[in-house]
Each structure stands twice: as structure tokens, then as C-alpha cells.
């Protein structure tokens, strides 16, 4: 299992940038599949980027053209532009080993509000 520890999140006015990183025990090019999800209050958790063996990165619809998922080594980047209030929601680190069951961050709360 990879241990996974996500920070950086806190209250963003609409429209703003913000950027989520998550330290991983292991090379994010080692894990199968690797990224962020998210649970906005009251709704499922749902994927928002993800990469398979630190390439090929997937983003959902609604984060296209204003999130960018990135890593270098260890760690794995949110960067968030353009934030809308519908962006609030405690934001998760996500790995997934080939031969091993789903690992999680604690989450970090991401507000978008003026």
C-alpha cells in the first residue's frame, strides 16, 4: 500500500488559483494509477484527475482547461485556476497498486467562496 498525505487547502474567492500537493511514500511513476477525487458536500465522491503510471493524466469534464494534475518524484499537484463556488469540497489523494487495494489521504477542504 502506498501512504498518501494531501495539504494545501483552504478558502479561495471565485475565480482564483489554488494548488493541493500529496506526498506519497513511493515514486508516483510506481503507482498504477495515481491522482485526485473529490466529495462535495452532501454528493458522492467523485475522480477529478488522474494519471496511470505518473503519463497519460485524465481529467474530468468538469475541471477541464482549469486544473492541471502534475508530480515530480514523490509528491503529486493539483493546480486549480479559475475556481468556482461548485469546486468546494474536500479534495483526496488517490493511489492505486497493481496487486493492491485503494490508498487514500486524509482529504484537505477546498472553499470557494467571496
Known amino acids: 500500500q502506498v501512504q498518501l498525505m494531501e495539504s494545501g487547502g483552504g478558502l479561495v474567492q471565485p475565480g482564483g488559483s489554488l494548488t493541493l500537493s500529496c506526498v506519497a511514500s513511493?515514486?508516483?511513476?510506481?503507482?498504477?494509477?495515481s491522482g485526485w477525487y473529490r466529495q462535495p458536500p452532501g454528493k458522492q465522491r467523485e475522480r477529478v484527475a488522474t494519471?496511470?503510471?505518473?503519463?497519460s493524466p485524465n481529467y474530468a469534464d468538469s475541471v477541464q482547461g482549469r486544473f492541471t494534475i502534475s508530480h515530480d518524484k514523490d509528491t503529486l499537484y493539483l493546480q486549480m485556476d479559475n475556481l468556482k463556488p461548485e469546486d468546494t469540497a474536500v479534495y483526496y489523494c488517490?493511489?492505486?497498486?497493481?496487486?493492491?487495494?485503494?490508498?487514500w489521504g486524509r482529504g484537505t477542504e477546498v472553499t470557494v467562496s467571496s
Open positions: 513511493r515514486s508516483v511513476r510506481s503507482v498504477m494509477i
Open positions: 494519471f496511470t503510471y505518473g503519463i
Open positions: 488517490y493511489g492505486k497498486l497493481w496487486n493492491e487495494n485503494d490508498s
